[in-house]
């Protein structure tokens, strides 16, 4: 018990972040705007935008949240809408859709990605519209850096003409028919808070489609200032930039994202290699070629009737035990206490998840010898 606890994700540093935060020192950017802003959304549009994904714009945002915030608030989103959103995620996916006054719409997961499901998806917007309120978006997120059913989502999303936005705060990284997650709606998020594939300490991104997007975004996030000489607003703004100081932990993280992509990729072959031992323990993987996954998280799911009584929470306090943490996957958002009241539409798939499913240590910077107190750890809780 006295050893070192084993992490679920921990910051992993390149070697760089430091260089570009000592440049704002000397050259005084200490402030929410700045040559790493600039710099730091310059390398993401380059990362994001490739092939033919087409034209994009990221702004540099305080934090993902925030990012989901405004993206609600460039599509309209106002006090009484209603906004659809895939239940089992962070509750940060669903919490600015109450920020607004609007109501959240939760969407149970299909089981081969955990995602929204597009039929669920289908039968909740149609209940809606029926009801006298036609959503006013969908919240879609790639959990654990799985894509969604982008294709299937999109096309159910395009009939009734109802806007996406992509929560990509866990996929940076991930891809989905060759092209990367955060590109395929009108606007998409990412985050850079303490434990994601990256880290600015905290923070966020907005990607929109066009650099007009992008203004009126940074325009808000900067306090709706008008031209003016004087401080003149028409619009309620936010104080939403990111600093200068993140935006240079983030310039030396980008330079290393490939890697961190890889190593996340590495634990999860290291965990389909441990289970591969062990009957009743299915490690969530991608359903087909079209899905990359940045394997953010390793997910693994447990059937204790084939485990030998062995559940998820077992599993789980015996790790905690030997000082590894591991942790239940997202409760699902309908589950929620504080949204109890909320519509829900689906089989109970994200119910069954959560009460089964368990996250691992899944950091790019796990060491040899950390990974084999895991393994015997493991194999301990399994073997007795
Ligand atoms: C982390 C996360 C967010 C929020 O990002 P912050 O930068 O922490 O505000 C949103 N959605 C999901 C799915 C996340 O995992």
Not at 127 to 153: F, T
Not at 287 to 298: E, G, I, K, T, V
Not at 317 to 335: F, T
């Amino acid at each position: 018990m006295n050893k070192d606890k084993i992490w679920l994700s921990s910051p992993h540093m390149g070697g760089n972040e430091q260089k570009f935060v000592n440049e704002a020192f000397k050259q005084n950017w200490v402030a929410p705007l700045g040559p790493n802003v600039n710099g730091f959304e310059e390398d993401i549009k380059k990362y994001l935008f490739t092939n033919s994904s087409g034209e994009g714009a990221v702004a540099a945002l305080s934090s993902g949240t925030a990012a989901l915030h405004l993206a609600l608030i460039m599509l309209g989103v106002k006090a009484g809408d209603e906004v659809v959103c895939q239940s089992m995620t962070f509750a940060a996916s669903a919490n600015p859709i109450a920020y607004l006054g609007a109501s959240p719409v939760f969407i149970d997961s299909e089981e081969k990605t955990l995602n929204l499901c597009p039929k669920a998806l289908r039968v909740a917007i149609e209940d809606r519209i029926s009801k006298g309120k036609k959503p006013k978006a969908i919240i879609a997120v790639h959990l654990y850096g799985m894509p969604y059913q982008v294709d299937e989502v999109h096309k159910v999303a395009r009939k009734y003409e109802i806007p996406v936005v992509e929560d990509a705060a866990e996929a940076l990284g991930s891809t989905y028919k060759g092209e990367k997650c955060g590109t395929f709606a009108e606007y998409a998020i990412l985050s850079f808070n303490g434990n994601k594939i990256i880290t600015t300490s905290g923070g966020g991104a907005l990607v929109t489609r066009s650099q007009i997007a992008k203004d009126k975004a940074v325009f808000l996030a900067t306090q709706a200032r008008d031209a003016a000489p004087h401080y003149q607003h028409s619009e309620i703004g936010y104080n939403y930039r990111l600093s200068n100081i993140s935006a240079g932990i983030g310039r030396g993280q980008m330079e290393v994202i490939d890697d961190r992509v890889e190593a996340r990729r590495q634990m999860h072959d290291f965990y389909v290699n441990l289970f591969s031992e062990i009957e009743g323990v299915k490690v969530f993987s991608a359903p087909n070629d079209d899905y990359f996954c940045n394997h953010w998280l390793s997910v693994v799911s447990l059937d204790k009737n084939r485990t030998g009584g062995i559940s998820r929470e077992k599993l789980r306090l015996h790790l905690e035990k030997l000082n590894i943490e591991s942790r239940p996957l997202w409760k699902p958002m309908h589950m929620q206490p504080v949204f109890k009241n909320a519509p829900f539409y689906g089989e109970g798939v994200a119910g069954q998840l959560f009460e089964n499913g368990l996250c691992l240590p899944s950091g790019s910077n796990l060491t040899q010898e950390e990974k084999a107190r895991i393994k015997t750890g493991v194999l301990s809780c399994f073997r007795k």
